[in-house]
């Protein structure tokens, strides 16, 4: 079953904007991760979040993560067209070696 | 270094083909592979969890005899699609982690686009 929901589900800017996505989840977890997939391939790992951590920065990728509302953000600052790409959030699933659950996606549009 | 290369990236075969498709962890050892599908501008839905050595465990609604999943070494896991028809459609993604314990990132492969006429 999908664990997280992201908001916006689309979301277009221009280049050098910023670009927030947000995620929530429904139960406790261990981590929050985020995957981004360009059209028709396959997904690329973006960040982990522990639990126990608030804000992870990863060159222009900042995440945040907060347990008590069960849910976390991915701000991409000084966007470039190439960002352009579906982004998910995931949780993963104890109980199916942890595999994961995803969210259903914002899809980001960065126009030149 | 956490490859993962999925093969074939795209079939198009007729409707009562089976189509096999390969995960392979190039330079890691993955007990556990995971099998996605995704339909169109949707999310993935996860499939199976495959484990090296013995059995799949498969997702509630997901038939086994469909799809079958063999896990042989730490490097392979393969889904065959059996008998396919046009509603098997989609896209296929497998996945593994590398390394050890619950806070492990996952590493896909491109993908597989499976098209029955």
């Known amino acids: 079953s999908q664990q997280g929901e992201e908001d916006p589900q689309a979301l277009s800017i221009q280049e050098g904007e910023n670009a927030t996505m947000n995620c929530s989840y429904k139960t406790s977890i261990n981590n929050l991760q985020w995957y981004r997939q360009n059209s028709g391939r396959g997904l690329v790992h973006l960040i982990l979040?522990?639990?126990?951590?608030r804000e992870k920065h990863s060159g222009r990728l900042r995440v945040t993560l907060d347990t008590s509302k069960k849910s976390s953000s991915l701000l991409i600052t000084a966007s470039r067209a190439a960002d352009t790409a579906s982004y998910f959030c995931?949780?993963?699933?104890?109980?199916?070696?942890?595999?994961?659950?995803f969210g259903k996606g914002t899809s980001l549009l960065v126009t030149p | 270094g956490a490859v993962v290369s999925q093969h074939p990236s795209w079939v198009i075969c007729k409707s009562g083909t089976s189509v096999k498709i390969e995960c392979r962890s190039l330079?890691?050892?993955?007990?556990?592979m995971f099998w996605y599908r995704q339909f169109p501008k949707q999310s993935l839905m996860l499939m199976a969890t495959?484990?090296?050595?013995?059995?799949?465990?498969?997702e509630q609604g997901v038939e086994k005899d469909k799809f079958l999943i063999n896990h042989a070494s730490l490097t392979l896991s393969t889904l065959t699609v059996t008998s396919a028809h046009p509603e098997d459609s989609s896209f296929y993604i497998c996945s593994a982690s590398y390394g050890a314990g619950l806070n492990q990132p996952q590493h896909f492969g491109d993908g597989t686009r499976l098209s029955i006429l």
């Open positions: 495959s484990n090296e050595g013995s059995k799949a465990t498969y």
């Open positions: 995931a949780t993963g699933r104890i109980d199916s070696g942890y595999a994961l659950n």
């Open positions: 330079d890691f050892q993955a007990t556990t």
């Open positions: 979040i522990r639990s126990n951590e």
